[in-house]
């Protein structure tokens, strides 16, 4: 089971919005709506931002939001704060019944 | 809230074994899908594999490089899942985080040295 595809990077200045992408394949994104997000700061534990495409747990910040189209999965944070500013993972559950994760994108907040 | 607390991590040489433990508290563990996913050093994040409820039969999944050579289990009397790993090569080394299946609670990690 390959990767998913992320970009290594992206930024944006306070206030911006951007969004990450997340390729994969019709055995993984593209077939199943598990696809969660996890936002991970230098030396801390991930942490779940989006699960089932674009469902925010509790707690989390209505700024981010997620959204998938055919085997594309894609996080988007509106009104960046300096907060936001972290590595990104997308993952995925496969045909395998495996989760499969991308290379992770980091986020720099200008 | 869930908690996850795992331990066990250490240095091991290249071929030998180590067994991870995560104790879970605060949600209905037994319900529960329990997986591990791990982090090299300055790498991104790597799902391990899952052990399912005991509803669920109780059966595992691994990813592919650790297949073969690791194992979970799970004993729900003691709200303990464990990561067995044996064979270890050098290229297993990272943080070794437990987090329920879903991903929405997990450990603080454990960190696996293997290195002659």
């Known amino acids: 089971q390959s990767a998913l595809t992320q970009p290594a990077s992206v930024s944006g200045s306070p206030g911006q919005s951007i969004t990450i992408s997340c390729i994969g394949t019709?055995?993984?994104?593209?077939?199943?709506?598990?696809v969660f997000w996890l936002q991970q700061h230098p030396g801390k534990v991930p942490k779940l931002m989006i699960s089932d495409v674009s469902n925010r747990p509790s707690g989390v910040s209505n700024r981010f939001s997620g959204s998938k189209s055919g085997n594309t999965a894609s996080l988007t944070i509106s009104g960046l704060q300096a907060e936001d500013e972290a590595d990104y993972y997308c993952?995925?559950?496969?045909?395998?019944?495996?989760?499969?994760f991308g290379g992770g994108t980091k986020l720099t907040v200008l | 809230e869930g908690q996850l607390v795992d331990s066990g991590g250490g240095l091991v040489e290249p071929g030998g074994s180590l067994r991870l433990s995560c104790v879970a508290s605060g949600f209905p563990f037994s319900n529960a899908w329990m997986g591990w996913v791990r982090q090299a050093p300055g790498e991104g994040l790597e799902w391990v594999g899952r052990?399912?409820?005991?509803?669920?039969?109780?059966?595992?999944d691994y990813g592919a490089p650790v297949k073969g050579r690791f194992i979970i289990s799970r004993d729900d009397s003691k709200n303990m899942v464990y990561l067995y790993m044996n064979s270890l090569r050098t290229d297993d080394t990272g943080v070794y985080y437990c987090?329920?299946?879903?991903?929405?609670?997990w450990g603080k990690g454990t960190t696996v040295t293997v290195s002659s």
């Open positions: 052990v399912k409820s005991r509803s669920d039969g109780e059966t595992t």
């Open positions: 993952t995925s559950y496969t045909r395998g019944s495996t989760w499969v």
């Open positions: 987090t329920t299946d879903r991903m929405d609670v």
């Open positions: 019709s055995s993984d994104i593209g077939g199943y709506n598990f």
